[in-house]
């Protein structure tokens, strides 16, 4: 049976505000390539790139084309 990694990117923010105090915002996404759609669990590496549209994930296939 293969082994299949997987990994979640975890963005969280603490505010600061008062009327928040004790308040913990976050989100979280699949890591995946932003051309095919394939990820970690699919055998890829994965890396970001900043575009002028902003962050984007690419696989070690795609990342190259940019």
Known sequence: ???V??????DMRVLRKPSNAGRIRSSASLIECYI?????QDGH???AKTLLNGTVLFCDVHYSMQ
């Open 45 to 47: 590496s994965i890396a």
């Open 36 to 40: 095919c759609g394939k990820g970690l």
């Open 1 to 3: 049976m293969q082994e």
């Open 5 to 10: 990694k997987k990994i979640i990117v975890q």
